[in-house]
């Protein structure tokens, strides 16, 4: 249905395509036959995912004549460790996988984030083909190459920037998806439809979760203009620069509220808090009208219900401890964090100048809302 091409400076040999299309998880032995990628398929998935689509998808490419093994993780952010990736790469040793085959990353963010570490590690790296199967996965991580896995000190610290031959969307996989998981997706939509000129945010606006969950086809163009932003950041700056840095909006403290919460609040709901802090934070420092605030605002908890997790943060105590963590964040350079800052709705900006009176300051707006 549409093939979105992402292309780096140096020439076609690291380009690949994200092909999304309905069923595209019936047609993927026919692609990989077409594409030889590799001799065989080492498909790499969660406890959850593998009922759901692993196996089926095992024994289609074995009726097609490719070999292939399923490993198994249990489902969930706690798992993506060391530890995990370690136990993965200690069984395809076992099945003597060599550099001729190839993964596939047939999950959440979480599958795709670390089987993409054990790709690029894995005898000094292996292919991998990304096949996203929650709408987080399929707008964000599964297109752009970062990896990695959570260590004790933060969200991320260890990965590779690692990109896949190609990125398989099948958006009717998301008729399984639990609703907590679409509220995920729709906290990076909105990201999105903030940090550059597209018509997402009209669109979010027009429409609710619900109904977009039954139209299949706005969904689907999404999904398209999601992935057609992300294509274009990432082909522009690979290894985050600068430009890519963007698409943290709202990263910084939503990573350092994971790691608060000890990763029982998802990925998708930390971002969407972290995006209404920063906003606040840019009020108050005269970067962003209070208009703009109250409409992007009005968009997160229209489609991300944080109500649980921001009741237990807003006390000084919390705010210490937040900043604290972000201190390890991967944005830190030269001692300085760094944040996407809203001017306005489409426009971000890049800053390292805030300081930790600054976030403090931002404790009573959120008491009196
Ligand atoms: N690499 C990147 O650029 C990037 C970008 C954004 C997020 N991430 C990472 O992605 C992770 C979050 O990803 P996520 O939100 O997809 O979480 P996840 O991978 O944990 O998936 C969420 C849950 O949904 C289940 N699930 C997956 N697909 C399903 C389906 N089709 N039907 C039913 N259940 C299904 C999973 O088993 C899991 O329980 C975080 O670790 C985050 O850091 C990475
Ligand atoms: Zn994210």
């Not at 399923?70 to 550099?99: V, Y």
């Not at 054990?118 to 000094?124: F, H, L, P, Q």
């Not at 896949?164 to 958006?171: E, G, K, N, S, T």
């Not at 398209?224 to 430009?243: P, W």
Request: proline share 3%; charged share 20%.
């Amino acid at each position: 249905m549409a093939t979105i091409q992402v292309r780096f400076n140096e020439g076609a040999s690291r380009d690949y395509k994200i092909e999304i299309k309905p069923n595209l998880i019936k047609e993927i032995p026919a692609y990989l036959k077409k594409h030889q990628f590799a001799d065989r398929y080492v498909i790499i998935t969660d406890s959850k995912v593998s009922k759901l689509y692993g196996q089926s998808l095992q024994k289609n490419l074995t009726a097609s004549g490719i070999k292939s093994f399923l490993l198994t993780f249990p489902a969930g952010e706690k798992q993506k460790t060391l530890s995990t990736a370690e136990k993965l790469i200690n069984k395809m040793l076992k099945l003597q996988i060599s550099r001729s085959d190839a993964i596939i990353a047939l999950g959440g963010g979480v599958v795709g984030d670390l089987a993409g570490f054990v790709a690029s590690t894995y005898m000094r790296g292996i292919r991998v083909i990304q096949a996203p199967t929650t709408l987080l996965a399929m707008v964000d991580a599964s297109i752009g190459g970062k990896t990695g896995v959570n260590v004790d000190a933060g969200k991320n610290l260890l990965g590779t920037f690692y990109q896949p031959q190609a990125v398989l969307i099948d958006p009717n996989m998301l008729k399984t998806l639990p609703s907590d998981e679409w509220e995920n997706g729709f906290a990076e939509i909105i990201k999105y439809s903030i940090i550059t000129k597209s018509p997402l945010f009209r669109l979010l606006n027009g429409h609710s979760l619900a109904e977009l969950k039954t139209k299949k086809n706005l969904l689907n163009k999404i999904i398209i203009q999601c992935c057609q932003i992300k294509a274009s950041i990432i082909s522009k700056d690979e290894t985050e620069n600068e430009l890519r840095m963007v698409l943290n909006y709202g990263h910084t403290i939503g990573h350092a509220l994971e790691k608060y919460f000890n990763y029982s609040i998802s990925h998708g709901k930390a971002v969407a808090i972290g995006m209404k802090f920063i906003n606040s934070m840019a009020v108050n420092l005269d970067q962003l009208n209070k208009n703009d605030q109250n409409r992007i605002q009005k968009l997160i908890s229209k489609y991300v219900n944080t109500s649980k997790f921001e009741q237990k943060i807003h006390t000084k105590k919390v705010y210490q401890k937040i900043w604290h963590y972000m201190q390890n964040d991967k944005k830190v350079r030269k001692s300085k964090i760094y944040f996407i800052v809203p001017k306005s709705i489409g426009h971000v900006d890049i800053q390292n100048t805030i300081t930790k009176q600054n976030f403090l300051d931002v404790l009573p707006s959120f008491i009196n809302e």
